[in-house]
């Protein structure tokens, strides 16, 4: 029975199964689109689940979040229904967003996941808009954006970095640094140290983790939200890998990163490592992992009994229309 | 009553509407010392720097914090001084203020206003001077509002402060100190119909359909050619989308004869966009267009070959009228080139 509101991940056996109904999700949605019953492009995000469920396990409820192409382990982390996000990859009126996102485009105002646009870093300044909007209403609610390596060498990141602090709004700036831009290496495009010391140019309060350890991420992000609700907008960067290519296009190794390479980092899954750091026992695992796998089942069943949106809700919520 | 100037009822519109609604708040850059032709000084002595807020040169930054702070429930206005600065927040503008409420099915509205400059002014070249009416209005999810005079700017400022999606205004930059009656009436209610295109002056040998400037330029030169017995009708559309395509098609239909007037270059212009408009809503009516050359503006008193002006309108009208009916004998429909002199 899928999980109808959701209660949020604080403890390790939640962060677990949190991370495990990602880690399924991606793999049947990839599954499905191989099959060719999802159309466009996926990107998945097996392999940085502990990014998107640490850093969500560190918010409160009120707290925002905005994402990018790679969003449906942000959005699961947030709360949306894995049933409603599955419709939306496979483009059914049911989706989230009626089928007319996508997979690049999820948003579920109720969860307080805002959305994911894909354009790099094109959600960055959003969040400040977000935060600002918190402050005039009173409110100390913060709000988490996320952006890989590629989004690092946006102009926009830093220009949303400056405004985040000339006003001292709550946002806090997630950089997943999955180390590849498609196939560009960050470090063969990026100058300097990286992106925690140029936000530390700005007075931001950054900290880069280990984001295959999902209670680091999350400890590290409590830490940076305390200062953004209180007015120091902050930076977390978190070193992580996707164990998949950028979308199905290309492999996941062979290319333009090396088998080694990606066994060395698939020796750090985080799943594995929450349960070995946790002292999670393999029974409870395999059990939580099941559970995931029935919930994801569920959802693949949801939304391909689910239309398409008619012709006439395609036309709705263009401009004007109430 | 003495008349205001065009920036100034700006201001007034602003003023009345914040006053009405806490929830608008202005971003831009310089607005809190109303830099550089009005349009909000003195705002943030009245409402406050909170919500008054002069940015950094980010427009990239400021136009998306402006639609991040919309659709969290705030009503934000960005203001952009010259169009050519407008390109920088163009991929917040386009890809998200427009794009959000639809790709999120309908989850999130983003009620912006964003003010920016057209045309050219005060001879500052190429960059600050440009018309940008066709790229803004064909994008899905914009509204574009263009007025042409001060009471005109008023009623549509507070119609876009009203809506619950974004709305460009489109403000030329030519009739900030142009001075005209004003009336500040109360600001509707939400759900007030979309502002219609108005007959600005009535007539019966040809139309000019104009926004913006372009409707001082028409009434300018309907005087000339009334001396010379040709009554212009004057249809000032004051939105560029959503179109009234009902005012346009019955007064195209009254008079036969169409002239389009944008500011903006013939190839891709918004004048296209009008004139298979009257072929659709007008068929059989003759139809002509004036728009700048395909040139990027000249420095200096140069600009004013580029663009329409009163005597090339006239010029273009005399032709329009000159052509044999459509029942004697069936001309192409033309462009008309400009005639300008420095």
């Not at chain 2, 983003?110 to 003010?115: E, F, G, K, T, Y």
């Not at chain 2, 205004?169 to 509707?188: I, S, W």
């Not at chain 2, 372009?214 to 179109?243: H, Y």
Request: hydrophobic residues 45%; contains cysteine; aromatic residues 6%.
């Amino acid at each position: 029975m899928a999980r109808l509101r959701d209660e949020g991940v604080k403890t390790a056996a939640e962060m677990y199964a949190r991370m495990a109904l990602i880690r399924n999700f991606e793999q049947a949605a990839y599954r499905a689109y191989e099959r060719n019953e999802l159309e466009g492009t996926i990107h998945a995000s097996i392999g940085q689940e502990a990014v998107a469920v640490g850093v969500a396990a560190a918010l409160e409820e009120g707290d925002k979040m905005l994402s990018h192409h790679r969003g449906h382990g942000h959005a699961l982390a947030k709360g949306v229904n894995p049933r409603r996000l599955m419709a939306e990859l496979f483009g059914r009126a049911d989706g989230v967003c009626g089928g007319k996102g996508g997979s690049m485009h999820v948003a579920d105002v109720r969860c307080g996941f805002l959305g994911s646009l894909a354009v790099v870093g094109s959600s960055i300044p959003l969040a400040v808009g977000v935060a600002l909007a918190a402050r005039r209403a009173g409110e100390d609610a913060v709000c988490v954006v996320f952006f890989g390596d590629g989004g690092v060498n946006q102009g926009v990141l830093y220009e949303a970095l400056n405004l985040a602090g000339i006003w001292k709004l709550g946002v806090v700036f997630v950089c997943e640094n999955n180390a590849y831009a498609i196939t560009t290496p960050a470090k063969k495009v990026t100058a300097g140290e990286g992106v925690l010391e140029r936000a530390q140019a700005f007075g931001c309060g950054a900290l880069r983790v280990d984001g295959q350890d999902v209670e680091e991420v999350a400890g590290a992000t409590r830490t940076l939200v305390a200062e953004a609700r209180a007015g120091q907008p902050a930076l977390l960067e978190c070193l992580t890998y996707r164990f998949l290519g950028h979308s199905r296009s290309d492999p996941p190794h062979g290319h333009y990163r090396t088998r080694e390479e990606l066994e060395r980092w698939q020796g750090r899954d985080p799943l594995v490592v929450l349960a070995h750091n946790a002292g999670l026992d393999a029974e409870e695992c395999v059990r939580l992992d099941a559970e995931a796998r029935a919930q994801v089942h569920e959802a693949i069943e949801f939304a391909r009994a689910s239309p398409p949106p008619t012709p006439e809700e395609l036309a709705k919520d263009v401009w004007g229309d109430e | 009553m003495s008349d205001t100037m065009f920036a100034q009822a700006i201001r007034c519109a602003l003023e009345d509407a914040m006053a009405q609604d806490e929830s608008i708040v202005l971003l831009g850059q310089d607005i809190a010392a109303g830099f550089p032709f009005g349009a909000t000084r003195e705002l943030a002595e009245v409402f406050g720097a909170e919500r008054v807020r002069d940015t950094p040169i980010s427009e990239a930054a400021t136009m998306g914090c402006g639609i991040g702070a919309a659709m969290m429930g705030l009503r934000t206005v960005v203001e952009v001084d010259f169009a050519g600065f407008l390109l920088l927040g163009l991929d917040q503008l386009v890809n998200n203020a427009a794009k959000l409420r639809y790709m999120s099915g309908g989850q999130l509205r983003v009620p912006l206003v964003v003010r920016v400059g057209q045309g050219p002014f005060g001879a500052f070249a190429a960059q600050h001077s440009q018309a940008q009416h066709a790229w803004l209005a064909s994008v899905p999810g914009l509204a574009l509002a263009a007025p042409s005079d001060a009471q005109d700017a008023y009623t549509l400022l507070r119609w876009a402060l009203r809506q619950s999606d974004p709305v460009v205004f489109a403000e030329d930059m030519r009739l900030y100190r142009t001075k005209g009656p004003l009336v500040r009436e109360e600001g509707g209610q939400r759900g007030d119909g979309t502002p219609r295109a108005r007959v600005l002056r009535p007539g019966r040998d040809a139309t000019v359909l104009c926004f913006g400037f372009g409707a001082m330029l028409a009434l300018s030169a309907a005087q000339v050619l009334a001396t010379e017995g040709v009554e212009l009708e004057i249809v000032d559309l004051r939105l560029l989308s959503p179109l009234d395509e009902q005012t346009i098609g019955e007064s195209s239909r009254h008079t036969g004869r169409v002239l389009c007037l944008g500011e903006d270059p013939l190839l891709g212009g918004i004048t296209a966009t009008l004139a298979a408009t009257v072929d659709r809503v007008a068929h059989g009516a003759l139809v002509g267009r004036l728009g700048a050359r395909h040139w990027p503006t000249p420095f200096g008193s140069s600009e004013l070959l580029v663009y329409p002006s009163a005597n090339s309108l006239a010029a273009a009208v005399r032709q329009l009228i000159a052509w044999p009916d459509v029942q004697q004998a069936p001309v192409a429909n033309g462009d008309f080139q400009i005639a300008n002199t420095p």
